[in-house]
């Protein structure tokens, strides 16, 4: 047996007698030696500070991802939030519309002059309480002067109709007076004229009563259908005070408008009305065929003042 051959056995037995004593050691003790115990517990704090630098930097890193993951979920919430609320506003513009088309419809129903709807497009914020603009001209039949109204009283009349539009304006522009009665009394001689009030531009004035006008705080004002501009009947709005004017001679009375023109977004266009149902001036027609039969029959002066009479009584 030659040196290299010696050599080659001794190392295999060398390898043999290690990998015994690693097999031994390892399983059939039951505690470290004091080396091992030694070299353990000396690096055991090495072992705890890089561990928790590995659990910080992984926390780190993991927060990254989920931070990027949080925002998109945040953006994506925001979303649906905004939608909802979006939803929610529509369905309670949608409720508040249904609600005044009904009240639309039901006033459409119950009066019997002929309507055509309409609803605001514009208004001038410098003439917020005198003007607005409707989507209704003369190509569906308006006309200057039409009375314009809403299921809740009198709005104006139209000032000026182009092909497709109009300009209304309103019973709170000083350039607008509307004959006017007090609904309670129905007095024929208490007609008085309701007129803008500049000095209260959310009011009416109602001016040229008599001195013993029945009126007071709280009486409802409607149009008395004189000037064949308004049908009679219409609401204008509620007495609020009443006064002596600046003479001292006759009385007028501050009214607030049925009609919230703040909040005007459809109106109605009066195109036609029987006068004899507004007790307008055209009631008379049959009065003076009457008295021109009278004419014809006494010779014609008596009948002439008869109907000089009548028509000085209009």
Known sequence: MNQTTRKVIGLLGLVIVLLSMIYYTGVFRSHY???EDLLLTGLSPVQGFFSRIGRKTYCFFQGMFDYERVLAENEM???KIAERDNLSYKLLELQKEN????EMLGFESSVEYSLLPAEVIARDPSYWFETITINKGYDDGVKKDMAVVTSQGLVGSIYYASKNSSQVLMLTDSRRAVSALVQRSREPGSIGIVEGYPEKSEFLRMVNLPPDANIQKGDVIISSGLGDV?????????????????????QQALVEP?????????????IEYNNEISGGPEDEPDNETEVETDEAENGGEDGEDDEGEILSGT
């Open 77 to 79: 919430l925001r979303e």
């Open 99 to 102: 609600h005044r088309l009904r």
């Open 33 to 35: 030696t004091f080396a």
């Open 258 to 270: 049925a009609v919230n023109f703040n909040r005007l977004e459809e109106v109605f266009i009066v």
């Open 230 to 250: 308004f049908p009679r009947g219409l609401v204008i709005g509620h007495v609020t005070e009443v006064e002596k004017d600046q003479y001292g001679l006759l």
